[in-house]
Structure formats: C-alpha cells, structure tokens
C-alpha cells in the first residue's frame, strides 16, 4: 500500500466518522473519473428539504376540510328545502285566510229569527278559524326569520372554510414545487376542492358516513332513558367532590332533551352552580340561540318540567344576545350583547339588567368565532374560582386570550394570552382555572386537544376522549358544584360526567 492511498484510507475513515456524527445515512458514492481515478462524493440534507413540512399532516388536515365543506353543504340544502317548504305553507295559508277574513256580512234584518242564529255562529266559528289561522302563519314567519339567519351564517362559514382551504392548496402546491419527497401530482389533484363536482362524491360518501354512525351509535342504556340519579340534586350535591385537579376522562353524552324547530338548531342550557332563591339546584335556564334578535330565556323549575317543555316562565330580554356564550351564576345571566364587545348582567330575580361593560379590545360578531362560526367570539365560563371571558383581539390575531372578571363590575382583573388559534378549535371550557379546548365540533369521536393552566401560564397538548354525538356541537360549559359538562349538540341537550385527577396525583407524587 503506497503512502498516498494510505492518506485516502485515513481521509475515508474521517469522513465516515464525521458523517455518522451528522446523522447523515449513505453519505458516499463512488465513482471513476476521466482518468480512471476513484471519487468520492457525499451529501448532506439540503435546507429546502429539511424546511418541507410534514406532507401527510397538511393532507390530512386537507381531508378534514373537505368532510367539513361536504357538512355545510348538506347543512345548506336542508336549511334550503325547509325554507322553500315554508314558503309554500305560507302561500298556501295566505289563499286560505285571504275569505276566512273576509267573513260575509251577517243581513241587517233577518228574515227569520233561526238564519240569523245560524249565521251568527257561523261567523263565530269562522273567526275563531281565522285566529288560528293567524298564529300559525306567525310562527311560521318566526322560524322562516330564524331559518334564514341560519342560512346567513351557514354560507358565511362556509366561505371562510373555502377560504382555508385554498390556503391550504397553495401550502400543497409550494411542497410539490420543491419537489418535496412523497407529494405526487395525483394525490395533491385528489385533495383538491372542486366545489361543484366534488359535492356529488362528497354527499355520497356522507351518506356512508351516516349509515356508519348509525351502526355504531346504538344507543346504550346511560342515555336518553330516565333520569341519572346524579340529576336528583341531593344526591348530585353529595357526589360532587370539592377538589380541584386536571381533566383526566370525559364521559358518553347523555341526552336530554330535543329543540323543537330549527331556533333551537344550537343555543345554551345549564343549570346556576350557585343559585339565588327563589331558584334553586334543580332549576333549569334554556336560550335558543339561532336568530337575529335571542331574547328569550326559559327557566324551568326542574328536570322533569324541562323534559316535558313546560318552563315556569320566560324571561325576555331588554338586550338581545350573541350566539352561545351566556352563562348563569349567582342569580345573574352574564351574555354578550349583539354586534357589540358589551358584556351585560341580568338580574333573573329583578328581572332588569344591572350592568353593561366593555370587554377591552375583545373582537365580536364574526372576528374570531369558534370553528363552527355562529358568533362565537367571545364566550363565559364560570369554573371553581369564578368567572372567565374567552376571546381574541387584533393584537393576538386569533389566538386565546383568556380573562378572570369581577362578576360584580364586570371589570377584568386579570388577563392571559396562550398560543392557541381560537378558530382552530370547537369549543372550550374552564376547569380550575385550567383552559380546556375541544378539536372538531362535528367529528363524533374527537378530543380535548389543550390544556392552558393559568397558574403556570403554559398550555400543554391533551388526547381527552370527547364525543359529538349529534355531530354539531355548538356549546360546551362545565357545572364546578355539579362536576359536569352541559353541551348542546345539534338540538340535542346533553350532559357529561368528568373525572379530575386528584391533587395530589395533578402534583404527580412519582
Ligand atoms: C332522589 O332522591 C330522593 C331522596 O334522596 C330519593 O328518594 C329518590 O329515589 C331519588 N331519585 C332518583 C331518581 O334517584
Ligand atoms: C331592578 O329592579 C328593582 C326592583 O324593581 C329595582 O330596585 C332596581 O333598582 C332595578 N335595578 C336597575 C339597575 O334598574
């Protein structure tokens, strides 16, 4: 062995060992030159390549787009056949009322004493008819006002999902311009959105999807019948634990109560954790929340009489509100106003409104809504240690910005901002001063995704179990005295059980 390949023996093994110390795999190739010398050549990751994100997360998020378009798109037509239904009805009813108003004039002068008694009764009846006639056609023109506020909003969350998703191509399109590994032109063509023909495909897949949920959605014995013992309010006060800790299990929901018409599609139900007399544990506040002037506020004296439909009365509002965000505590409803960042406290008891505030900077009426839209900007919370206003400001541009306020003025004591995208997530809710986020409104097996603890300012992910079992869950707002979880899924009122971790295992005694 001659000196100088003795000196390429020596440089060959440097560079091997300098390469696995890089990390790079088959760093060498070899060659022959020209001159029948022997080359060799290495190379290491460029940076564009190790700058390419993930292409199978950017697919997959890609995908969930398009289940969430094929939803607003059947959500639309049915909301479009219900409405053009109405329309008929109405016209229908218009004919119908148009002679039954028009009763025929009874003659001065009889010319027998029975015709005229006969004719009088007819009158009679015919008017009480026409009355009828007249609530009906008025409850139509409500849920006909409702309906098409609802179709307002469907097509504005759609056009904001339309939106997403050509971001989300383009992010495509850039990866397959790098010539990032494992991207191929068919898949990037499969995951792109035709609105128009991918509908048909989408629609039929959807209907798979709900003969699949059907399947699997048998309903179990803990829901729907009776009423869970918990609900006994004696023995639901005696089961609730004191203690704080982390949110470690969230139960099957189990279901209420069904809206009746399309104003009660979502909206907001709980129970107060701390009523004021006359009300108690067992009272029950309902608001249906679709519509664009929500003023009515059911209260129901217990869980059978909410069962049943029967609230013990209706409180209207001298302010309307926004959307899902209302929260009752201490005798007080706490709600957003309507196109405005006001916060407003309403005495249930006086039955007038106490307070109105300004949540600083807080965005409203479409800024930065939950995933499923319907206004959800700024939405209440009450937890263990009080209450709490989640929402989003320009400065933060979308993420979580979570506030304690002092129920009493109103003001904001205190304020956090996390890392969150508001939009990127359904729904939340607080638990012991613990921020806890839902991934996917509509997903029937989805998860608790975060977790912001205020205490330590950090928010860690989290993989909760959480099931929208009607598919479009527009409220979700824990009970600190009853340990639960009211939500209100698509019509569906439904309630789940949660389990803490204790204390000392939050701590982690390991
Ligand atoms: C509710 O509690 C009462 C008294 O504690 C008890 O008698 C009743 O059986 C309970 N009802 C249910 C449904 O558990
Ligand atoms: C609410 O009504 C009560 C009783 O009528 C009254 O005493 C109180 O001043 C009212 N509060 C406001 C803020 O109007």
């Known amino acids: 062995m001659t000196l100088s390949q003795l000196l390429l023996l020596l440089l060959l093994l440097v560079l091997c060992l300098a390469s696995v110390a890089l990390g790079i795999s088959n760093p060498f190739r070899r060659a022959n030159d020209q001159n029948g010398r022997c080359t060799y050549t290495f190379t290491v990751p460029s940076q564009s390549e190790e700058s390419c994100p993930d292409p199978g997360q950017t697919m997959s998020a890609l995908r969930a787009l398009q289940k969430e378009h094929a939803t607003y798109r059947l959500e639309l037509n049915s909301v479009q056949s219900r409405l053009s239904h109405l329309e008929n009805l109405k016209s229908q009813l218009d004919r119908i009322r148009a002679p039954a108003a028009a009763v025929p004039a009874v003659p001065a002068m009889g010319e027998l004493q029975r015709e005229v008694e006969i004719l009088r009764r007819e009158k009679a009846q015919q008017q009480r008819a026409a009355h009828r006639l007249e609530e009906t056609l008025s409850n139509l023109q409500r849920e006909k006002a409702a309906l098409e506020e609802e179709k307002r909003r469907l097509q504005q969350a759609n056009s904001a999902l339309v939106q997403t998703q050509e971001s989300r191509q383009r992010e495509m399109a850039e990866l397959r311009q790098k010539q990032c590994p494992q991207v191929s032109e068919a898949s990037v063509q499969d995951a792109r959105l035709e609105p128009r023909q991918a509908s048909r495909w989408e629609a039929d897949s959807m209907v798979y999807q709900e003969l699949k949920s059907e399947q699997t959605g048998i309903p179990t014995a803990r829901h729907i019948q009776g009423i869970p013992s918990f609900l006994n309010s004696s023995s639901s006060r005696e089961a609730a634990t004191t203690g704080c800790g982390e949110l470690v299990w969230v139960g099957d929901p189990m279901t209420f109560r069904k809206a009746e018409n399309i104003a009660g599609k979502y909206g907001v139900w709980m129970r107060d954790p701390e009523p004021v007399l006359p009300y108690t544990h067992e009272t029950i506040w309902r608001i249906n929340a679709v519509g664009n002037d929500i003023r009515q506020v059911f209260e129901y004296d217990n869980l059978d009489d909410f069962r049943k439909g029967y609230p013990s009365k209706v409180h209207v509002l001298p302010q309307p509100i926004e959307s899902t965000g209302a929260v009752i505590f201490k005798g007080f409803l706490y709600f957003q106003k309507r196109k405005s960042r006001i ?51 320009d400065e933060t541009r979308g993420l979580i910005v979570l506030s304690k306020l ?31 986020t839902v991934s996917s409104y509509s997903a029937p097996d989805t998860v608790v995704n975060f977790a912001y603890d205020t205490s330590t300012r950090k928010s860690r992910e989290l993989g909760v179990a959480f099931k929208n079992r009607y598919r479009y869950n527009s409220m979700i707002d824990y009970n600190p005295t009853m340990k639960k979880i009211f939500a209100w899924d698509n019509f569906n009122m439904v309630m789940y059980d949660v389990q803490l971790s204790t204390m000392s295992e939050a701590r982690g005694e390991t």
Request: proline share 4%.
């Open 343 to 393: 916060l407003a406290k309403y005495n249930l008891v006086m039955e007038n409104l106490t307070l109105q505030k300004e949540l600083p900077n807080a965005g409203y009426h479409g800024q930065f809504p939950y995933s499923w839209g319907g206004y959800t900007d700024i939405d209440l919370a009450i937890d263990e240690t009080g209450l709490w206003a989640v929402y989003s400001t």
């Open 406 to 436: 002092d129920p009493d003025t109103l003001e904001v004591q205190q304020t956090w901002e996390t890392a969150i995208r508001k939009q990127s997530v359904a729904n939340s809710f607080m638990i012991c001063g613990t921020l806890y």
